[in-house]
Structures are given as C-alpha cells and as structure tokens.
C-alpha cells in the first residue's frame, strides 16, 4: 500500500523564523519520488521542490529545502526567513512505480508579522 | 510555458443531474488527473490518464466517468450530482516519467442545489 500523512494539521510562525513541515511516506517502490507542492489562498497549486528517492543530498530550491530521511520515510520541508506569503496549505505528495501520484492531506501554514 | 485551462469555472446543477467538466493543457504532457478537493481537504483522485485514450480510475472513482480523446483535453461526467459531492475538482497534467512534477488547473467550483 502507498500513502503520505501529514501530521501537522497546522502550524504558526513569526516571519523571518525558520518552519519544517513534516511528511511520512509509504511505499514497497524502490524508486520513487517525492513532492511540496503550496495551495494558495486563491486556490492555485504550485510545486515547490522535489526528492529523488536515489539520491542522498537533500534538494534546495531558493529557501526551500528538504529533510529527507529514507530509513524513516520521511520527507520534511524546511522554510528558512519565512515571509507573509508563505502562509499557505503544503502538500506532501509521492509518485511510486505508476503514475498515480499519492498526497497528504495538507499542512496549514500562517505566518506572522 | 504551458497553461491548465478548466472549463466552467463555477458549475451549479440540480441533485440528480449530469455534469460535465472540461480541462484543456497546452504542455503537450502525456498523463492528466482529475482530482476533488472538499472545503479544507486534501486532494482525492478521481480519475488519471496516461495517454489519449487511456483512463485508469482513482479512489473515488464511484459516480463519475471520464473521458480522454485527445492528448490535450480531459473531461469529467458526474453521473448523477449529489449534495455530498460540492467541492472543488482540480485538474492536473505532467509529463512521462517518474521525476516530472504536476501543474495544476485553477479548478472547477460544483455547487448541487
């Protein structure tokens, strides 16, 4: 069976601050790869960065990079000097074997003045 | 570039009715989802396509059909609208292969009076 959860339902910040949003995965793949994507207020879904499940370095994009952790299937994103428009929903999401792709239910992100 | 354009924007039907969504992707991607969202949810898979004419069902397959003649258009029946099922239904494509993130579509409103 293949799933991602999301524990964290929702998380508050003080911008400027550094967040990390956790994901678990599970999969019998030995392959996979896995992805942040941000849902905007106005609903818009945007990828932000992605894993390979081969590779060992964490990948970084900008100032958002990934905890990735294979011996626990876990996949965290971190966001370094948050800003207001980081407040957003994050999804975790993994694509195994098939093309289906398999996602969490969402971590709520506010960030504060 | 490329866009995901949904077609209606907002549908409102009758309980019982059948409804149908449209989704046109100009990426010349080769697999497209649909997926719902309801209100502060994650996303379900309803259906995915790996290529023209091909239709694999998702989770919540159940009350829908879906349709998939060209590589750039995929479209969405609800077979018989039920209150239950107002949410948002997102459609997304990406290209062959296992790396290849998701763009998604702005998304399709169903109400059900």
């Known amino acids: 069976a293949q799933k991602v959860t999301q524990t964290q339902t929702s998380i508050s910040v003080m911008e400027k601050t550094t967040v990390t949003m956790d994901c678990v995965y599970e999969t019998q793949d030995s392959s996979y790869f896995l992805f942040w994507y941000k849902q905007t207020a106005s609903g818009e879904i945007v990828f932000l960065i992605r894993q390979d499940s081969y590779k060992k370095e964490n990948a970084t994009v900008g100032h958002y990079s990934l905890n990735f952790q294979k011996p626990k299937s876990s996949i965290g994103l971190i966001i370094t000097a948050t800003q207001i428009e980081d407040s957003a929903v994050y999804f975790c999401a993994m694509r195994g074997n098939n093309n289906r792709i398999f996602f969490g239910d969402g971590t709520q992100l506010v960030v504060k003045p | 570039g490329g866009i995901i354009t949904q077609t209606p924007k907002f549908l409102i039907g009758q309980e019982g009715q059948k409804l149908t969504l449209k989704c046109q992707q100009n990426?010349?991607?080769?697999?497209m989802y649909w997926y719902r969202q309801d209100s502060g949810k994650g996303l379900r898979l309803i259906y995915y396509?790996?290529?023209?004419?091909?239709?694999q069902k998702g989770d919540l397959s159940e009350g829908y059909d879906a349709s998939r003649e060209k590589k750039s258009s995929f479209s969405l029946t609800v077979t018989s609208a039920q209150k239950n099922e107002m949410a948002v239904f997102l459609c997304a494509s990406r290209d062959w292969g296992g790396a290849y993130e998701q763009y998604f579509g702005p998304g399709t409103r169903l109400t059900v009076l």
């Open positions: 990426f010349n991607h080769d697999t």
């Open positions: 396509s790996i290529t023209e004419n091909d239709l």
